[in-house]
Structure formats: structure tokens, C-alpha cells
């Protein structure tokens, strides 16, 4: 498909807010698989995510979103499989099952047990219900118990990067949940020396450097 019916192929569309975590583990995979994709900004904080157009895309009303031609594909785990099995360029999981088993247990850690519970909805609903300073603790907690779970579960398996020398899903999910801890939470990883060293090594890829969220169209520039 085209987008003026001549030979350009249509670009890959991403829904994405320069911010959210779960839009940067999709803009590290498109980078890895070399796309030119159009950026459409989101913007969380003046409440996008529930317009009703968005609302067409995800019905959930949360970033990110993809269009591919006819095609729309919400929920970061989803559009990243989609784009690995669409476009095998790049793999984002390594070929060794137990490897690749490790790969959607880190995975599944972080979008399943760390970002749900800091997702702006959940902190809004802690600062109005318990109060403000209810929510540092709530997120230590369990960012706590998330990052000792993926510190131990790579211990035995982590390379340069999480499972290895290549740039595989678990990485894709590491690198902005460790990084946004450390920004939006000051979180403190030291604890954690194996996932430390990883976010140095993360901050030397260029894929996840362009997908870093001040490089992103939406960034505000003051
Ligand atoms: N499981 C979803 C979670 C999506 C999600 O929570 N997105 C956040 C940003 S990282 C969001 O849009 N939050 C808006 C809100 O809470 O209103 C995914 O991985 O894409």
C-alpha cells in the first residue's frame, strides 16, 4: 500500500508521548528495525489519550498506539510482537528457547508488575485518595520489588546486555523502566548493580539513544 498511490510505501505510524515508558520500548524497536515512522504526539498530561479519535485506535486510552496501512495495534508487548513477526530484520528474541523464555519473564516483570502501578492514572488516584506523599512509598515498593526480582532472574544470564551480547526484548522494557525510575522518581538503583551496569551499557546504544524521550518531536523545548 501506498500513501499517494505512487511507489513511496506508506510510513508506519506511532502514538506515542515522549515521556511514557511504554511508548520508548516501541521506539527502541522501530530504531532496531530501522523504520522512518511518523510520530504522533499524545499528550498525557492535557488528558489525549481519551479523545475520542485516540479512543478509536486504543479503547483503553493509554499510549502507544501503531497503524501500519490498515492495521492498528495497541499495547506495547503486542505491537512489538506484530513488528518482530512482520519485519524479521533486526530479531528482537534470540533463537536459544530458555533465552527467549527469559526474555518474556523480564518483560512481562516490568509491563505487568512495575509500570501498571505508576501509570499516571494509578499515581492521580493515590495523590487524591491518600494524599501526595502517599506516593513515593507505593512506588518504591513495588519498583523495589520488581527490580530485585529482574536483578536476581539476570544474574545467570545477563551478557553485556540482559540475556546476552545482542539488544533482545528484556531490553527493550528495561531500559526506559530503569531509566523513567531514576528520572520521574529519583529512584535509587545502586541495590541493584547488575541492572545499574546495564542502564550504562543501554545509554551507548544508539537505537535506544534516538528512542530516548528529550530526542522526541514532543519534547518541550523549554
Ligand atoms: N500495557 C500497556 C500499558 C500502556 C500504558 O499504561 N501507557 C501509559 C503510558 S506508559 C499511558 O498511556 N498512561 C495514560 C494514563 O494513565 O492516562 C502497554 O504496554 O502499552
Same mark, same amino acid.
Given at each position: /500500500? ?13 502514538? &506515542?508521548?515522549?515521556?511514557? &515508558?511504554? &511508548? ?22 492535557? !488528558? +489525549? #489519550? ?18 501500519? !496501512?490498515?492495521?492498528?495495534? =495497541? ?5 512489538? /510482537? ?6 524479521? #530484520? ?10 527467549? @523464555?527469559?526474555?518474556?519473564? %523480564? ?20 495523590? +487524591?485518595?491518600?494524599?501526595?506523599? =502517599? ?10 520489588? !520488581?527490580? @530485585? %526480582? ?7 544470564? =545477563? ?20 531509566? !523513567? &525510575? ?18 550504562? =551499557?543501554?545509554?551507548?546504544?544508539? %537505537?535506544? #539513544?534516538? %528512542? ?11
Amino acid at each position: /500500500m501506498t500513501s499517494s498511490g505512487q511507489d513511496e510505501p506508506m510510513k508506519l505510524q506511532l502514538y &506515542s508521548y515522549h515521556r511514557s &515508558s511504554c &511508548s520508548f520500548r516501541v521506539r527502541i524497536a522501530l530504531n532496531l528495525k530501522g523504520f522512518d515512522y511518523e510520530y504522533k504526539p499524545i499528550n498525557l498530561f492535557k !488528558g +489525549e #489519550q481519551k479523545n475520542p479519535e485516540f479512543l478509536k485506535l486504543n479503547p483503553i486510552g493509554y499510549v502507544p498506539a501503531l497503524v501500519d !496501512g490498515d492495521i492498528v495495534i =495497541a499495547d506495547s508487548f503486542a505491537i512489538i /510482537m506484530y513488528l518482530e513477526e512482520k519485519y524479521p #530484520q533486526h530479531p528482537l528474541l534470540p533463537r536459544d528457547l530458555e533465552k527467549r @523464555a527469559i526474555n518474556y519473564q %523480564a518483560a512481562n516483570i516490568v509491563s505487568a508488575s512495575m509500570q501498571p502501578l505508576q501509570n499516571l492514572d494509578v499515581v492521580n488516584y493515590i495523590e +487524591e485518595k491518600v494524599g501526595p506523599d =502517599a506516593i513515593i512509598p507505593w512506588v518504591e515498593k513495588h519498583l523495589g520489588k !520488581g527490580f @530485585a %526480582a529482574l536483578e536476581k532472574l539476570l544474574k545467570n544470564h =545477563a551478557g553485556k546486555y540482559a540475556t546476552g551480547d545482542d539488544v533482545f526484548l528484556a531490553d527493550l522494557f528495561l531500559a526506559p523502566q530503569i531509566r !523513567g &525510575s531514576m528520572k520521574r522518581f529519583n529512584f535509587d538503583m545502586t541495590p541493584y548493580p547488575l541492572l545499574a551496569r546495564l542502564h550504562e =551499557a543501554y545509554m551507548q546504544v544508539p %537505537a535506544i #539513544q534516538d %528512542a530516548l524521550p528529550e530526542k522526541q518531536p514532543d519534547y518541550p523545548s523549554t
